[in-house]
């Protein structure tokens, strides 16, 4: 166990793992609690600007335990809490869990932890292997895990989740939409409230309503909900891009409300928003934060003298800091490939980033270049993201970093003029798709002139490029229309579910499940003597402390307290089966063979729905979910492994 332990610590900070550090170390010792030894270890996430934050707690034991052996999540989680560590890891050779810590004074029973990632167990270690096994095969073997282990610490570091996704548009506006309409409701009525008795504010809101074009009267409730609505939307603004922000700068402080009192809501999220300022973010941030220095200070930031003359509003661009351009780089690009250029300068939108070229070169040779096909190849291995429809959308920041375009700043200008001018006859006429673009005599003259340029044969060049380009485009715009496609089908596919549901529960469980305690008994149980124990209407969780070893209540309080663990386990699965009373067997032995039989079952019995689910839809993630919703239908409990 040292040996292991060692080797572990020894892997971080070091080379893919440099961003993890060793905040706190207690080596392998003996625990009489666990009845072995144990090794934990505090790691801290490192941050580019030097700072750390703490991240995990990792506990090593012996495979004689279970990840989440009661006891051992006892120790662990006090650890964590008294270290601040957000989750925590257990690992006992044979198998592994990665924890989210929970919060203290919440139950530290299995069903009620967030467990992010159940690791697979090493069947090639026994719980009762000896020291002597752990050859050093096995420990390279075990070595290799905790690389494992340790690359998930790190993307929890990085990433803020095991798992990026991408979230769909339309479920994440609709969650947007059902935010604004909770919140609503209640600041309409505190912000009606307060300007009915407050004139101050009154005349402040009404002033700051008629600047953002709002018309009405601070005793119009219509008037007031309309300017809840844009209270709401920039401060849900400000909550994502603050969140989006913490990705990069991760010195930022955590949005964690959870917990707190009303009253102290905003001013927790004003401390955070002030600490994002320090990175120069005024225009999102800035609006009810003050001048700290200069011949401002003191003044909000809208009434500064730099932006309070700007129209319509502060948060404007002033003409001296728009970029007018004649080139147009475009965001997304659909089956037809082109950049806009303009004989005159334009200021660009959103979806058109505007290029500056730098002195002497000609900005109708970039637009010729980039509405190149060779351009047009580069743009389809650069783009990162494919939106809906396949459409590609290429970010200027990646298109800086990956995309290749063809330097002819020392061509001569006999090529340089070829381009220009094949690329003035293409500009005569609508750009269509790539697969017809590759046909027409002009886009073949102006990609001629490019290859030659660079100094590429085209009669070699000319017709691999253009078989690569729409060969990417169609598989880019065939893999959008299959998402579209499966999107249209997911209705269908739900119900089809729920009739392979009904289809299971009646093949597998035509009467229900087995209820607890009854149907798991012994024959000696059966006839032996019992306790009628009863059981508290309000939920109960089970404490395994041995001070104070009982039932508690949400709140606190104590309802029962148990002589051991498996005692108090048999009370939790009767009251979750439905018992307002538990009979409970005199002999402690009967009761934990009960407590037993009734785990053995869950799990044959969750072994059994798998498998069931998993023939009939052929998809290991439907048959895991629709197994789980059996589980929950009949509020059974997840027996530990």
Same mark, same amino acid.
């Given at each position: 166990?040292?040996?292991?332990?060692?080797?572990?610590?020894?892997?971080?900070?070091?080379r893919?793992?440099?961003?993890?550090?060793?905040?706190?170390?207690?080596?392998v010792e003996?625990?009489?609690?666990?009845?072995?030894?144990?090794?934990?270890?505090?790691?801290?996430g490192?941050?580019?600007?030097?700072?750390?934050?703490?991240?995990?707690?990792?506990?090593?034991?012996?495979?004689?335990?279970?990840?989440?052996?009661?006891a051992?999540?006892?120790?662990?989680?006090?650890?964590?809490?008294?270290?601040?560590?957000?989750?925590?890891?257990?690992?006992?050779?044979?198998?592994?869990?990665?924890?989210?810590?929970?919060?203290?004074?919440?139950?530290?029973?299995?069903?009620?932890? %967030?467990?992010?990632?159940?690791?697979?167990?090493?069947?090639?270690?026994?719980?009762?292997?000896?020291?002597?096994?752990?050859h050093?095969?096995?420990?390279?073997?075990?070595?290799?895990?905790?690389r494992?282990?340790? #690359?998930?610490?790190?993307r929890?570091?990085? #990433?803020?989740?095991?798992?990026?996704? $991408?979230?769909?548009?339309?479920?994440?506006?609709?969650?947007?939409?059902?935010?604004?309409? =909770?919140?609503?409701?209640?600041?309409?009525?505190?912000?009606?409230?307060?300007?009915?008795? %407050?004139?101050?504010?009154?005349?402040?809101?009404?002033?700051?309503?008629?600047?953002?074009?709002?018309?009405?009267?601070?005793?119009?409730?219509?008037?007031v909900?309309?300017?809840?609505?844009?209270?709401?939307?920039?401060?849900?603004?400000?909550?994502?891009?603050?969140?989006?922000?913490?990705?990069?700068?991760?010195?930022?402080?955590?949005?964690?409300?959870?917990?707190?009192?009303?009253?102290?809501?905003?001013?927790?999220? $004003?401390?955070?928003?002030? =600490?994002?300022?320090?990175?120069?973010?005024?225009?999102?941030? +800035? =609006?009810?934060?003050?001048?700290?220095?200069?011949?401002?200070?003191?003044?909000?930031?809208?009434?500064?003298?730099?932006?309070?003359?700007?129209?319509?509003?502060?948060?404007?661009?002033?003409?001296?800091?728009?970029?007018?351009?004649?080139?147009?780089?475009?965001?997304?690009?659909?089956?037809?490939?082109?950049?806009?250029?303009?004989?005159?300068?334009?200021?660009?939108?959103?979806?058109?980033?505007?290029?500056?070229?730098?002195?002497?070169?000609?900005?109708?040779?970039?637009?010729?270049?980039?509405?190149?096909?060779?351009?047009?190849?580069?743009? %389809?291995l650069?783009?990162?993201?494919?939106?809906?429809?396949?459409?590609?959308?290429?970010?200027?920041?990646?298109?800086?970093?990956?995309?290749?375009?063809?330097?002819?700043?020392?061509?001569?200008?006999?090529?340089?003029?070829?381009?220009?001018?094949?690329?003035?006859?293409?500009? =005569?006429?609508?750009?269509?798709?790539?697969?017809?673009?590759?046909?027409?005599?002009?886009?073949?003259?102006?990609d001629?002139?490019?290859?030659?340029?660079?100094?590429?044969?085209?009669?070699?060049?000319?017709?691999?490029?253009? *078989?690569?380009?729409?060969?990417?485009?169609?598989?880019?715009?065939?893999?959008?229309?299959?998402?579209?496609? +499966?999107?249209?089908?997911?209705?269908?596919?739900?119900?089809?579910?729920?009739?392979?549901?009904?289809?299971?529960?009646?093949?597998?469980?035509?009467?229900?499940?087995?209820?607890?305690?009854e149907?798991?008994?012994?024959?000696?149980?059966?006839?032996?003597?019992?306790?009628?124990?009863?059981?508290?209407?309000?939920?109960?969780?089970?404490?395994?402390?041995?001070?104070?070893?009982?039932l508690?209540?949400?709140?606190?309080?104590?309802?029962?307290?148990?002589?051991?663990?498996?005692e108090?386990?048999?009370?939790?699965?009767?009251?979750?089966?439905?018992?307002?009373?538990?009979?409970?067997?005199?002999?402690?032995?009967?009761?934990?063979?009960?407590?037993? $039989?009734?785990?053995?079952?869950?799990?044959?019995?969750?072994k059994?729905?798998?498998?069931?689910?998993? *023939?009939?839809?052929?998809?290991?993630?439907?048959?895991?979910?629709?197994?789980?919703s059996?589980?929950?239908?009949?509020?059974?409990?997840?027996?530990?492994?």
């Amino acid at each position: 166990m040292a040996d292991l332990f060692a080797r572990f610590v020894a892997e971080v900070g070091q080379r893919d793992f440099a961003c993890l550090r060793i905040a706190q170390k207690w080596p392998v010792e003996d625990s009489t609690a666990l009845r072995g030894p144990i090794g934990t270890l505090l790691l801290h996430g490192h941050n580019d600007d030097g700072t750390t934050e703490a991240l995990a707690l990792v506990a090593l034991t012996p495979p004689h335990l279970a990840t989440g052996d009661p006891a051992l999540l006892q120790f662990v989680i006090r650890r964590a809490q008294a270290t601040r560590a957000p989750y925590f890891l257990t690992w006992t050779l044979r198998d592994a869990a990665l924890w989210r810590t929970p919060k203290p004074g919440a139950p530290a029973a299995t069903n009620n932890l %967030e467990k992010l990632r159940d690791y697979e167990d090493n069947y090639d270690i026994a719980p009762g292997d000896a020291p002597h096994m752990f050859h050093e095969a096995r420990r390279l073997q075990l070595l290799a895990t905790a690389r494992r282990l340790l #690359d998930d610490l790190k993307r929890l570091h990085k #990433d803020q989740a095991l798992e990026l996704v $991408n979230v769909d548009a339309t479920w994440f506006v609709g969650r947007l939409i059902d935010s604004v309409h =909770e919140l609503l409701p209640l600041v309409t009525d505190s912000l009606h409230n307060r300007l009915g008795i %407050e004139d101050t504010l009154r005349v402040n809101v009404e002033k700051w309503a008629v600047a953002q074009g709002i018309a009405g009267s601070a005793a119009d409730r219509e008037f007031v909900e309309s300017i809840t609505r844009q209270i709401i939307y920039r401060l849900l603004g400000k909550v994502l891009f603050y969140q989006s922000l913490r990705r990069a700068a991760r010195q930022l402080p955590p949005l964690n409300v959870d917990g707190i009192e009303n009253s102290e809501v905003l001013p927790t999220l $004003n401390r955070a928003f002030a =600490e994002a300022l320090k990175i120069d973010y005024h225009a999102v941030f +800035a =609006e009810r934060q003050l001048y700290t220095d200069g011949n401002d200070q003191g003044l909000p930031w809208p009434e500064g003298t730099w932006v309070k003359n700007r129209q319509p509003g502060w948060y404007s661009l002033p003409e001296s800091e728009t970029n007018p351009s004649q080139i147009f780089f475009s965001k997304a690009q659909d089956d037809a490939h082109f950049h806009r250029f303009s004989r005159t300068k334009l200021i660009p939108d959103q979806r058109l980033y505007y290029l500056a070229p730098v002195k002497g070169t000609s900005a109708a040779l970039v637009s010729a270049l980039l509405n190149s096909s060779v351009c047009a190849l580069a743009t %389809e291995l650069a783009g990162p993201v494919t939106m809906g429809d396949g459409v590609l959308e290429l970010r200027v920041e990646d298109a800086r970093d990956y995309m290749l375009v063809p330097d002819l700043r020392s061509a001569a200008s006999a090529a340089k003029k070829a381009i220009i001018d094949a690329f003035g006859k293409v500009c =005569e006429r609508e750009i269509g798709d790539v697969f017809g673009e590759v046909k027409q005599k002009d886009r073949q003259a102006l990609d001629t002139a490019v290859l030659r340029a660079i100094g590429l044969d085209p009669k070699k060049y000319l017709q691999p490029i253009y *078989n690569g380009l729409c060969e990417l485009v169609r598989e880019r715009i065939e893999l959008g229309r299959m998402r579209g496609k +499966a999107r249209k089908t997911k209705a269908r596919k739900t119900t089809a579910e729920k009739q392979t549901l009904q289809d299971v529960l009646v093949e597998q469980l035509p009467n229900g499940p087995h209820r607890f305690p009854e149907d798991f008994f012994s024959d000696a149980a059966k006839a032996g003597a019992k306790t009628e124990v009863l059981l508290p209407e309000d939920e109960f969780h089970l404490n395994t402390d041995p001070i104070t070893m009982g039932l508690y209540t949400k709140s606190g309080g104590c309802v029962r307290h148990i002589k051991s663990p498996i005692e108090g386990m048999f009370l939790v699965y009767a009251k979750q089966s439905g018992h307002k009373a538990a009979q409970v067997p005199s002999k402690p032995v009967e009761v934990s063979r009960t407590v037993k $039989n009734y785990e053995g079952y869950l799990r044959e019995l969750r072994k059994r729905l798998y498998q069931a689910f998993y *023939n009939r839809t052929l998809d290991a993630r439907a048959a895991t979910t629709l197994t789980q919703s059996v589980f929950d239908k009949f509020h059974l409990p997840k027996a530990e492994t």
